[in-house]
């Protein structure tokens, strides 16, 4: 059972800036991908970012251009660096992890909250 450890989450301004950060435990070599969602008060859970164990992204058209996911599969870890952000990206981020056997596996959540 692996555990996934986000932080990063906070309190920014809109304009600024925030990296998210996602530590996946057990072994990385059957991990196929890993992303982020996100998910707002009464708002039902979207896609933010994913990468492949390739280096292939996707990305949520609403994000585009402002947000760039990346993994340093050394550490098992995935980041989302998130700018010009803006207070509809105002949510409770969770990391999410795919890998080859199709299980998938969610961390708790950290929130992100922007304030114009």
């Known amino acids: 059972q692996r555990q996934l450890v986000e932080s990063g989450g906070g309190v920014v301004q809109a304009g600024g800036s925030l990296r998210l950060s996602c530590v996946a435990s057990?072994?990385?070599?059957?991990?196929?991908?890993m992303g982020w969602y996100r998910q707002a008060p009464g708002k039902q859970r979207e896609l933010v970012a994913t990468?492949?164990?390739?280096?292939?992204?996707n990305y949520a058209d609403s994000v585009k251009g402002r947000f760039a996911i990346s993994r340093d599969n050394a550490k098992n870890t995935v980041y989302l660096q998130m700018n010009s952000l803006k207070p509809e990206d105002t949510a409770v981020y969770s990391c999410?992890?795919?890998?080859?056997?199709?299980?998938?596996?969610w961390g708790q959540g950290t929130q992100v909250t922007v304030f114009s």
């Open positions: 999410t992890l795919g890998d080859l056997f199709n299980r998938v596996y």
């Open positions: 057990g072994t990385s070599l059957t991990i196929n991908r």
């Open positions: 990468i492949l164990s390739s280096g292939s992204t």
